[in-house]
């Protein structure tokens, strides 16, 4: 008990490591799990491959539903063919020419390589999530590396099953077909249980805002045991329902965003340390040089070939190929596909995987901590400073029909300066409080929004999805959003809007917060009056 909360411990201050160092927590996690193992300090001795791989599909389930939430569809719908191209025909090139790098180089027979070529393919989701969210790179770049650590999986998993197994290796049209059904079933259920969980979340009034979380992640991994259930691909199922899910609007976001990113971070730390545990350090010594070879051709030459082949239809400059080549990040994922041949009782399992081990370690410790530099010198790097996206809870007020919006205006937000009727919201929403410095008071239609400011917006149902789009619109565009192409659906003076246009929003909208009790609520938490429950917004 005090070795596992010693560990916890450690682990905690590992991600604060990673975050100041740039190193994927991978490294760090494993460490750990090395240094208590064999060979270690505690000389922990665990060689249960089946139990590891078990949990490691269970924390591979939670990383994936983490990064499905975190997905911004707007960002992934414009590069949704590109990545999937990338996660079969890029993951075939590349299965392909790691192979023969293996058998001819290395000396593996053709099953081992094929299995080595097929595991090191997949790059880890966990990784790419945690070093491209540190890293400003373009939406584009983003979206199509995120998506193919989403999907990739898949595919992958498939092949090194289909490697595995006893017998012949099936015909390739064969393997075709297989992945083509269950990446089709798994998508399949995957957007249906996405779709009816987030209608069911938007629908239901849970009893408790903290039931919200746990409903999001339920249904997230309920996608993947339908996917599975139906013989289709589980991890692509859990992947598209958690990006449903997490661009539906849901109630109580920020929380159920918070919640699943510690899950994520949990999964990560206890997959890590078990995956260093179950090496046997002295054992990597004779596969050290192997693993090099076979790194250096997947990562010079297999995957720029992969990248730059499956994305000749798209229209995507070199320079961002180039990057997207060195961003293929390889994690724990790898490590745990290669206890399968392990399971599966392959010969040479335990070199195959004592050689994506090493690959793993030595090549995501060039790549992590280099990408920022390298997107520095190819000029795609973009500014940090960037003004934050605008986040927003919402929770139903299932009675009146209405929601309760909380906005904060960071510093870099072009709301600050922009007069409350300025904003332009629609009939049936208005701010009908503003805390600046720790003092409430009801705005007038000539109240200047400053940086640092939380308003309280009340929103009636039918009009609270163009109520946040034109939140968004001025925190993006400043007052004259609308009239200089910035989106916002109230931005051209809807009848009865607040502001010029109209003056009625305000004093309706007070009405239904007197009915709400809640004129007075905390903007942090929300409404503590009857009958709601409040939303929280970054402009």
């Known amino acids: 008990m005090l070795v596992c909360s010693l560990v916890l411990l450690v682990a905690v201050a590992a ?34 491959a089946e139990l590891t791989q078990v949990i490691g599909y269970a924390a591979l389930v939670v990383i994936l539903a983490e990064g499905g939430l975190g997905a911004k569809w707007k960002e992934v719908k ?21 192979a023969s790098a293996a058998h001819y180089l290395v000396g593996l027979d053709w099953r081992q390589a094929l299995i080595i070529g097929a595991v090191v393919s997949s790059t880890d989701a966990a990784a790419v999530f945690s070093v491209l969210r540190r890293v400003p790179l373009p939406p584009r770049i983003t979206g199509v590396l995120e ?26 049209y064969v393997l075709v077909a297989e992945i083509a059904l269950e990446l089709a079933i798994g998508a ?46 589980g991890f692509l199922a859990v992947y598209l ?46 596969d050290f040089w192997p693993a090099v070879v076979v790194g250096l051709v997947l990562t010079m030459v297999a995957r720029p070939v992969s990248v730059f082949l499956s994305l000749a239809p798209f229209r995507i400059p070199g320079r961002e190929k180039v990057l997207m080549s060195w961003a293929g990040l390889r994690g724990a994922v790898p490590i745990i596909l290669a206890t399968i041949p392990m399971v599966s009782g392959v010969e040479g399992s335990t070199r195959i995987f004592n050689i994506v081990f090493v690959l793993v370690i030595v090549y995501t410790l060039i790549q992590g901590p280099t990408l920022p530099w390298v997107a520095s010198k190819l000029n795609i790097a973009e500014d940090p400073a960037e003004a934050d996206d605008l986040g927003i809870e919402s929770a139903p007020l299932e ?21 409350v009727g300025e904003l332009r919201l629609p ?13 409430s008071f009801v705005p007038s239609p000539a109240t200047v929004l400053r940086r640092g400011d939380e308003l309280l917006v009340v929103a009636t149902d039918p009009v609270r999805d163009r109520a946040e789009e034109r939140l968004r619109a001025v925190a993006e565009g400043g007052k004259l959003a609308g009239w200089l192409g910035t989106g916002g659906s109230a931005a051209s003076g809807t009848p009865g809007a607040t502001g010029p246009q109209g003056g009625s929003a305000i004093p309706q909208a007070m009405k239904l917060a007197k009915k709400l009790g809640g004129a007075g609520a905390d903007t942090r938490t929300g409404v503590n009056g009857s009958g709601g429950s409040g939303t929280k917004t970054r402009p």
């Open 15 to 48: 991600v604060r490591i990673s975050s100041r160092s740039g190193l994927p927590s991978l490294l760090l996690y494993l460490g750990i799990g090395i240094a208590i193992g064999q060979d270690g300090i505690f000389d922990v001795k665990f060689d249960n």
């Open 78 to 98: 414009p590069v949704l063919p590109a990545a999937a191209v990338v996660s079969t025909v890029g993951v075939a090139i590349s299965v392909g020419i790691t």
């Open 147 to 172: 998506a193919e650590s989403g999907f990739n999986d898949a595919p992958v998993v498939i092949l090194v099953v289909a490697f595995s197994a006893v017998g012949p290796v099936e015909h390739w």
């Open 188 to 233: 399949a259920i995957g957007i249906a249980v996405g779709w009816l969980g987030s209608l069911g979340l938007r629908h239901v009034a849970l009893p408790a805002s903290g039931l919200y979380p746990i409903a999001v992640m339920a249904i997230a991994v309920s996608a993947y045991a339908a996917g599975a259930m139906a013989h289709g691909s």
């Open 241 to 286: 329902a958690a990006m449903i899910l997490g661009n539906s609007k849901l109630p109580h976001w920020p929380a159920t965003r918070g919640f699943a990113d510690g899950l994520g971070w949990l999964a990560q730390i206890g997959m890590f340390v078990l995956l260093g545990l179950l090496v046997t350090p002295h054992d990597l010594v004779d």
């Open 399 to 419: 009675r009146l029909r209405g929601h309760l919006l909380s906005v904060a205006v960071p510093a870099k937000s072009k709301m600050h300066g922009v007069e």
């Open 427 to 439: 009939a049936g929403a208005a701010v009908t409080l503003v805390v600046r410095e720790n003092q």
